[in-house]
């Protein structure tokens, strides 16, 4: 409790996610991943950033992070 994933959609992100992926859903899941990242201000490295960018690029996807 009191944490920026304490709220509705952060505090159950996991489930969210796998629950997308389960369903063929692959670009819902890494909006909502990209949106878990933004709301929280999470600290990623640049590792991730570039490879959450490149599933985006896959995808044909246009995400800010």
Do not use: C, F, W
């Not at 692959?26 to 990209?34: D, I, K, N, Q, S």
């Not at 201000?41 to 992070?65: D, F, H, P, Y």
């Amino acid at each position: 409790l009191g944490s920026p994933l304490a709220q509705t959609g952060l505090r159950d992100g996991k489930e969210i996610v796998i629950g997308h992926l389960s369903h063929g859903e692959a670009g819902v899941a890494l909006e909502h991943l990209v949106y878990m990242i933004k709301e929280t201000g999470i600290a990623i490295s640049e590792k991730t950033r570039n490879q959450l960018r490149e599933a985006a690029s896959v995808m044909r996807m246009k995400v800010s992070i």
